[in-house]
């Protein structure tokens, strides 16, 4: 994930899911968001080719993109992909292995930090960095779940 960002496109926050990937980002604008969105798909297919030493398709080609306005509607999209995992896998609890959560510096409850470098790029929005706990609603429980409310905002 860190050798996808670049000056003009961030991975911030990031979980792997069975059949897809949830992901924060900022994007300069809508070609850097094109472009990063195309080298991450790039990248990790060469990556699963490499480690499962196969070849073929491995992303379907589509990609949901949401502009995140508020600091509120930003901390629910972080709460989202931090512990959607808690959705779909019952009893559950602590932080995803299978996201950026280990390196998340917005938990309630202090975490260690791991040692291992961070898979992804710091926030350099004020929305993404301060303003969803800011003004969002505050850092995040670890035992918080997602709403189970689908939401009413349309998709870009």
């Not at 490499?50 to 502009?67: I, M």
């Not at 409850?109 to 992804?120: G, K, N």
């Not at 995040?140 to 189970?148: D, K, L, M, N």
Request: glycine share 8%.
């Amino acid at each position: 994930m860190a050798a996808a960002c670049n000056p003009s496109f961030r991975i911030v926050v990031f979980s792997v899911q069975v059949d897809h990937v949830h992901a924060i980002v900022e994007a300069d604008d809508k070609r850097a968001l094109g472009r990063g969105i195309a080298g991450l798909r790039i990248r990790s297919a060469k990556s699963l080719h490499r480690a499962f030493n196969r070849t073929g398709p491995v992303w379907s080609g589509k990609y949901h993109a949401r502009a995140l306005r508020t600091p509120r509607e930003t901390r629910t999209a972080i709460v989202y992909v931090l512990q959607n995992w808690k959705k779909h896998l019952r009893g559950v609890s602590g932080i995803d292995p299978c996201s950026s959560g280990p390196w998340f510096a917005g938990w309630q409850e202090p975490q260690p930090y791991p040692a291992t470098p961070s898979p992804v790029a710091r926030p350099r929005t004020w929305l993404a960095a301060r303003g969803w706990q800011e003004r969002g609603g505050g850092a995040v429980a670890i035992a918080e779940r997602p709403s189970t409310e689908r939401s009413r905002a349309p998709a870009r």
